[in-house]
């Protein structure tokens, strides 16, 4: 049984779907760690945070009292985002609602041996306000057998679903990326996991990445950031989330140097993911239709001409190649694939070959969301040509087979 809200935001219309019991993601999630403090200046900071074009508040820095947690909802619905709360102590029955409500948080990465009494809350939770998200962040890939409480973080991330029974599987994971140490290798492969439960459980997958220095991380530049986003689009994610949106302060951060630093001004970071965002946010409704059948990187040492034939693109071709492919299914039934460039520092223009006629492929436009011709980026040189921006990716729609 599913009831439909119409809700009115700025800008137009929002249409809100959820299921009597249990959530159901309707818009893409762009989403952050540490909100901005509940002040008397909340309704600029977010103003802010909805004019970087995200689309999901998680407040908990909101969560101090009811009246906090009723106001950040309130803003929320005024900017047209949705809202995570934390449950700030509050029993279920008592937390605050509202049409901006996406659902509450209950914990960040547990173990594997809270996971009996996760799943006690989730039930309470879903009993007490049907329809709203219970959320729970998981542990990364690198995280220690005494941290997960598991042999395996596949067995983590398995037995997670299928005890703690969620509507949205998410973890955090932030990888290294710098000329001493690379750990992207991970990150692919921890979001794989989150591809392969989500799938197997029919709900989305969300992932927090790194956008400040601390510990072993440089501080990451636009590009930095743009291939950890485009990495998890391209294995299907529904949902990126920033960590740290408002700089947490404390011995582990002492650069600073989130997208808005601990004394409220805006780093160089927010107009990057502004940039970013609204790419991302444009292609969300069609993202949020595509099912991800697969991931394949074309390393510099493979032979461009022997793609996998089973590939939407058949031949791609470039000096200095080095790509990640994520192959969908539509809900209408076509194909489709997202080319990212896998470099972190190069630009790149390949010359692409689909498996089809280059007049039968539209690209989504990452301005307006709309489907357009696919246009030759050089029209000069032979083949058709698309530019890359560094860790940039480019999401095409084929007919079905």
Known sequence: ???????????????????????????????????????????????????????????????????????????????????????????????????????????????????????????????????????????????????????????????????????????????????????????????????????QRGIPFWNFFNTMPYGPHFDPTEADLRWQVFTSLAYGAKGVLYFCYWTPEGGEFPKGGAIIGVDGRKTRHYEQAKRINAAVKALGPTLMQLTCAGVHRVKPEDDPAALPADLPIAKLDYEHRDFLLGVFTHADGRRAVLLNNYSNHYTSWPTVEFDVDATQVTEVSQETGAEAPVLDDSPAMEGLQVSLDAGQGRLFLLPGR
Not at 65 to 70: G, H
Not at 72 to 94: D, H, K, R, S
Request: include cysteine; charge should be negative.
């Open 1 to 199: 049984m599913r009831a439909t809200a119409i809700l009115l935001c700025l800008g137009g219309v929002l249409t809100v779907t959820v299921n009597a019991q249990r959530f159901e993601q309707d818009r893409f999630a762009i989403g952050f760690w540490v909100d901005p403090p509940a002040d008397d200046r909340m309704e600029e900071r977010y103003r802010e945070v909805a004019e970087a074009n995200f689309t999901l508040f998680l407040g908990a820095n909101a969560s101090r009292t009811p009246e906090t947690m009723q106001r950040c909802l309130e803003l929320c619905e005024q900017y047209g985002m949705g809202a995570l709360l934390w449950t700030g102590g509050l029993p279920p029955e008592q937390l605050p609602e509202g049409p901006a409500c996406w659902g509450y948080a209950l914990r960040d990465e547990p173990n594997a041996k809270d996971f009996p009494a996760l799943r006690e809350s989730v039930d309470a939770l879903r009993k007490a306000r049907p329809g709203k998200l219970a959320y729970i962040n998981l542990f990364p890939n690198y995280a220690n057998q005494q941290q997960l409480g598991t042999e395996t973080y596949d067995e983590h991330v398995s037995r997670f679903v299928e005890e703690v029974d969620v509507d949205v599987l998410s973890m955090d994971h932030y990888p290294v990326m710098k000329p001493s140490g690379n750990s992207r290798e991970s990150y692919g492969a921890n979001l794989e996991v989150m591809r392969k439960y989500s799938q």
